[in-house]
């Protein structure tokens, strides 16, 4: 048995993205396994802490996606029982989760971002001229997100946001290239350009087998391809964020601006992340082995605001 660590791999859970975590979940649990750990996988309830005690988990392999796993709850648990685990701390994790808060901190750190308005109730009018895009601040997988071109569709997209928690966000439109860059610890591994066939990368996009191209890595010329990439380790340092994240930029020229950053990428072997990383050099298995030994290394600096 691999130094006889025993990892608890957290997947399932009550989010509305649990299908996807069972399956990096699966994925990350049998590898490994392969390369040798002691694996238990625990499929996170409310009885999570008794669980991790009776499976005696040295280490929290946080396999989660959306809802308390994403949000700094499950982090937050795992600090109080003296378990390490992988990804961001408590903090970057709610920071992230909110892209509001995430906008703050990237514009101090002089990330460009598209410009917006917070809007927190109907009686608020937006100033910025359409087109827009308007967004729950605290959703994911595309979740409430619309493109609007036609004065009379803001209100209703408006409304849709505000069904979520956390007030709307309204963006300036930006026609650009998405570009994705997967982040390890202190470097960026790379990237991968996401072209939908539908108008922008939406749930079904992100989703449905064939509705979306990847390009690994992008098509961009190397200039603009090492600006991606520091522009995405950038916006990782910026929330205080740790292990392996996904950050999303739309790409419009020179310009770089930062979306958001995904603290709890997809882990199957065919996600972005680790096909980003495979790019780098860093199969899979050997991802697993970089992402356990940044949690085990406790991560106290970069989890500190930079
Ligand atoms: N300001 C914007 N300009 C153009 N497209 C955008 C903008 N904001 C979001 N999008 C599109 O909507 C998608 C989802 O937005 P994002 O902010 O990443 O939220 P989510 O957390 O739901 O992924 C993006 O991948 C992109 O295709
Ligand atoms: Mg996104």
Redesign the pocket.
């Known amino acids: 048995m691999k130094d006889g660590l025993r990892i608890g791999v957290l997947l399932g859970g009550t989010s509305a993205e649990r299908e996807v975590s069972l399956k990096s979940g699966a994925a990350v649990s049998g590898a490994l396994r392969e390369l040798g750990y002691d694996v238990v996988d625990i499929d996170v309830g409310a009885d999570l802490c008794a669980r991790l005690r009776q499976e005696r988990v040295e280490l929290a392999f946080i396999a989660l996606h959306g809802g308390t796993g994403e949000d700094g709850s499950v982090q937050g648990l795992l600090e109080v029982m003296g378990i390490p685990y992988t990804g961001s701390g408590v903090l970057a994790s709610a920071v992230a989760m909110d892209?509001v808060f995430s906008k703050t901190l990237f514009e101090r750190a002089g990330i460009k971002v598209?410009g917006y308005e917070v809007i927190s109730s109907m009686d608020e009018k937006v100033k910025m001229p359409l087109p827009v895009?308007v967004?729950p601040s605290r959703?994911?997988?595309?979740?409430g997100?619309f493109?609007v071109t036609q004065k009379e569709e803001l209100k209703d997209a408006l409304e849709a946001a505000l069904e979520y928690e956390g007030p709307a966000l309204v963006?300036?439109?930006?026609k650009g290239k998405?570009v994705q860059i997967g982040v390890l610890g202190e470097r960026a591994l790379g990237g991968v350009e996401v072209r939908?066939t539908n108008e922008?990368?939406?749930y079904e996009a992100k989703y449905t087998a064939g509705k979306t191209q990847y390009i690994l890595p992008p098509e961009m010329d190397e200039r603009s391809y090492a600006l991606a990439m520091e522009a995405g380790l950038a916006a990782h340092r910026a929330l205080g964020c740790g292990g392996a994240t996904r950050v999303?930029l739309?790409v419009d020229g020179n310009d770089i601006y930062a979306?958001?950053v995904n603290t709890i990428p997809g882990m199957t072997e065919t996600s972005l992340l680790p096909k980003i990383a495979a790019l780098s050099g860093l199969d899979f298995k050997a991802l697993l082995e970089e992402i356990v030994k940044d949690a085990l290394a406790g991560r106290a600096g970069e989890r500190k605001m930079k």
Do not use: A, T
């Open positions: 892209k598209p895009v967004k959703e994911g997988s595309s979740i997100v493109i963006e300036r439109y930006i998405e939908p922008f990368y939406d999303d739309l979306l958001e």
